[in-house]
């Protein structure tokens, strides 16, 4: 896991060669010491752009996670605290969004805002933040039953300060351990939209895109396809091995 | 009272389910619609003529754009039940005969897939109940971890290129129907069997806790016979009640198995018609997952009502 990160915060000050750079009289060369794992159908080299699309897909994890937290977090608060109106919609919203597949929203978010990264995280970002809202709404709804909350409104300590002493600390941990186990999920789910064709931004690699790119070189040139897709699997798997510690219950 | 009792258990879930689809197709429509590229520009430039006032006027007229968005809405809904999807904007062809064909495929695909995921599941759930420590409950634990771990597309890829390029037992591309259904099937399949095994082991388990289960081992019933007898009900309940996300994959799955395997089915259109704004092509598209989602949904609830009385579905708001 740290050799990982470790080897994407390399990646931003340096990769073997340009990622960019086409050099069609290098096309397809075998894995040698100067290109590590070989160039693509345009000279680029392989390695150069894995390291450069893990920054992208990395970026696009974070953004989803910090965001989907984020409003999780507020949205659970707003369930658990809010006026009968407001937390009922917001429990029907969140519970309608997780059966709504990922692939159509993703979809229809391309179609709003053009194929490209930014759209593959916003889809994940409003599929994401219900599972949070959601049981932080049930944590809380325990813990108001809990006697040290009700003291601590009897003896008038104000609301925030109750959430803050009380609430966070009960409910943190494990809405934490949740943002682990969607680490992973992110992953894929980022790689997947990609390599379906979503991020069409070619500019700048991303691993899922780099799948879709290389596709059809499967037969002939399996290393292509099978680097992304090993490092794919390898960072997700990683993921959930660091972050979440109940993946075999 | 009997023209009340038709009316709770027909007639009011065929409303709701028919609202719920279109409050969803409307607001996609919406949605659609407010994509800032306009398709008629684009079509326009891709044909590389000059663009005058005219031409664009004259186009929005045909493709029905100078319209309010509500008479759209309502001619196009029209159409879509009529079964008369309009024209592509970009092949001019009818979506229909466009769609139908790729919709076949996708549907033999997610059915299929989901119908073994939930037959093999079920099997594998049972047997690890049965045997905590047995083969079917390792099974059901791997399958679990991998389709949460894994990816699918990382799995199809790789599937391919061992069983396709490096010991060519099969030809995906190329063979009959049969052959090329087989593999995005069981990838599909693949990914649901765990959750599936997982609902299925938990129903099962907590009939093993229950008081008339002791007693039908007192009786003198086996314990595979006593768990399948009493316990079969109840693991399709909690499956029922669990299944939800697993309707949502199926839908993703499809598309990942389609362009992994190179079946010509529906994503691949969507994914085009997303880039030309192909309005045409991409509303029957979400009307159909909305209508597959929305009939699938509220039929697990109205399964599980039936298979236990005792739920009663108008306390529940909305569906996990």
């Not at chain 2, 919406?30 to 003529?49: A, S």
Request: aromatic share 10%; charged share 15%.
């Amino acid at each position: 896991m740290l050799f990982v990160l470790a080897l994407i915060a390399i990646g931003f000050f340096w990769q073997p060669h340009d990622p960019h750079a086409i050099d069609l009289s290098q096309s397809l060369q075998a894995p040698s010491w100067d290109h590590w794992l070989g160039t693509d159908h345009l000279g680029r080299d392989l390695a150069s752009r894995l390291i450069v699309g893990a920054q992208s897909s990395v970026f696009a994890i974070a953004i989803v996670l910090v965001s989907s937290f984020g409003i999780g977090v507020v949205a659970g608060a707003a369930i658990a605290i809010g006026p009968w109106s407001v937390s009922a919609t917001l429990r029907w919203l969140a519970e309608t969004v997780l059966t709504v597949p990922t692939f159509v929203l993703a979809l229809l978010l391309a179609a709003l805002f053009g194929a490209g990264l930014m759209s593959i995280a916003a889809a994940l970002i409003v599929v994401t933040w219900a599972p949070y809202a959601l049981s932080l709404a049930a944590l809380f709804d325990r813990l108001r039953g809990e006697q040290y909350w009700q003291a601590s409104l009897a003896l008038g300590a104000g609301l925030p300060g109750a959430l803050h002493r009380h609430m966070l600390p009960n409910t943190l941990p494990v809405l934490g351990a949740l943002a682990g186990a969607d680490a992973g999920r992110a992953v894929i789910l980022v790689a997947s939209l990609g390599f379906l064709g979503l991020s069409a931004d070619t500019g700048h690699p991303e691993w899922g895109a780099m799948i879709h790119e290389y596709r059809m070189f499967l037969f002939s040139e399996p290393r292509l396809v099978l680097a992304p897709v090993c490092a794919t699997t390898v960072l997700a798997f990683l993921l959930n091995r660091a972050l979440d510690r109940n993946i075999n219950v | 009272m009997k023209w009340l009792t038709a009316s709770r258990y027909v007639v009011l879930p065929v409303a709701s389910v028919g609202a719920s689809w279109i409050a969803v197709v409307a607001v996609s429509f919406l949605l659609i619609r407010l994509i800032p590229g306009d398709p008629v520009e684009i079509f326009i430039n891709h044909m590389n003529v000059r663009t005058t006032d005219e031409l664009i006027a004259a186009y929005r007229a045909e493709w029905g754009l100078d319209r309010s968005l509500v008479v759209q809405f309502a001619i196009w809904l029209e159409g879509f039940v009529s079964l008369d999807w309009g024209k592509s904007f970009v092949t001019g062809q009818a979506v229909t005969a466009e769609l139908f064909p790729r919709a076949g495929w996708s549907a033999a695909i997610g059915f299929s897939g989901m119908a073994s995921a939930i037959l093999i599941g079920y099997g594998l759930g049972f047997l690890a109940a049965l045997k905590p420590a047995g083969v079917a409950a390792c099974l059901s634990r791997l399958f679990a971890i991998g389709g949460q771990a894994l990816p699918a597309f990382a799995v199809g890829l790789i599937v391919l290129w061992v069983l396709a390029a490096e010991l060519q037992w099969i030809r995906p591309f190329s063979g009959g129907v049969v052959e090329r259904l087989l593999l995005p099937i069981a990838l599909v399949a693949f990914f649901s069997i765990g959750s599936v095994s997982r609902l299925v082991l938990v129903g099962f388990c907590e009939v093993l806790n229950a008081p008339y289960m002791r007693t039908a081992l007192a009786k003198g019933l086996g314990r595979g016979e006593a768990l399948w007898r009493h316990g079969r009900r109840h693991a399709v309940i909690v499956l029922l009640a669990g299944i939800a996300p697993d309707l949502a994959w199926v839908i993703g799955g499809t598309a990942v198995a389609e362009i992994v395997f190179g079946v010509p089915g529906l994503s691949e259109r969507i994914v085009a018609a997303v880039a030309e704004r192909d309005y045409p092509v991409l509303q029957p598209y979400i009307a159909l997952v909305a209508i597959w989602l929305v009939v699938g949904l509220r039929l697990t609830a109205i399964l599980r009502r039936s298979l236990d009385p005792r739920i009663d579905l108008s306390l529940e708001v909305g569906h996990r």
